[in-house]
């Protein structure tokens, strides 16, 4: 089985700071990992995703993952926050036989103040 | 325009009466996947669909119905609503499985009083 878990339901943090929303995942096998962003009223959008390349993810807007199979994380990163990054996150895992199916976590709020 | 498009965006029944969500994708993708999204829990898999006329449940298919009769349309029918399937619904297809990631449709949000 797999499954996610995003640590905090809610991150605030002040604009040109660094965010960091956080993810562990657990899989019996090596996973396919995603971040997604859901902005007010609209569907998911990728942001990005490992696929069993390197490591370190780069994807849209200036976010990037890391993934450290030692730690089952791929925590999502961006060095300066902007007001247009505020939005609803969300990591997911897919992974063996069932990679058709991505397993999601509960979402992170993001907060960006002024 | 590559895109998944769902329709009605919006939609308010009554307990019981029949609906279908349909769900398009005009980027000839073989997955498709229904999910609704409840504040607090997430997004989850009612049903998935890996070709036509192949189709298979998700973590939460009770109350559901789906069909695969077109490459395209991957509609979800609520035979009998009732209110705990009020919730936001969104359709996604993916080319290949979800190693290139599922493109996601703008949502239905449904209320069923």
């Known amino acids: 089985a797999q499954s996610v878990t995003q640590l905090g339901s809610h991150v605030s943090v002040s604009e040109g700071a660094l965010v960091l929303l956080r993810c562990n995942y657990s899989s019996s096998v090596p996973p396919y990992l995603f971040w997604y962003v859901q902005y007010p009223n609209q569907g998911l959008q990728l942001l990005l995703k490992?696929?069993?390349?390197?490591?370190l993810v780069k994807g849209i807007n200036g976010f990037e993952a890391e993934f450290k199979k030692s730690e089952t994380s791929f925590h999502l990163t961006k060095p300066s926050a902007h007001m247009s990054d505020a939005a609803e996150y969300f990591c997911a895992v897919s992974s063996g036989g069932s990679n058709y199916k991505l397993t999601f976590g509960k979402g992170t709020l993001l907060t960006v103040n002024p | 325009e590559a895109q998944v498009t769902q329709n009605p965006r919006y939609l308010i029944t009554v307990t019981g009466k029949k609906l279908t969500v349909t769900c398009s994708q005009n980027?000839?993708?073989?997955?498709m996947s229904w999910y609704r999204q409840d504040p607090g829990l997430g997004l989850r898999q009612i049903y998935y669909?890996?070709?036509?006329?192949?189709?298979d449940k998700g973590d939460v298919p009770e109350g559901y119905k789906v069909s695969r009769k077109e490459k395209r349309n991957f509609p979800l029918i609520l035979e009998s609503p009732s209110p705990n399937q009020t919730s936001l619904y969104f359709c996604a297809s993916s080319p290949s499985g979800t190693g290139k990631g599922y493109t996601f449709g703008s949502g239905t949000r449904l209320t069923v009083v």
């Open positions: 980027m000839n993708h073989e997955y």
């Open positions: 669909s890996m070709n036509v006329e192949v189709t």
């Open positions: 490992y696929t069993s390349a390197a490591t």
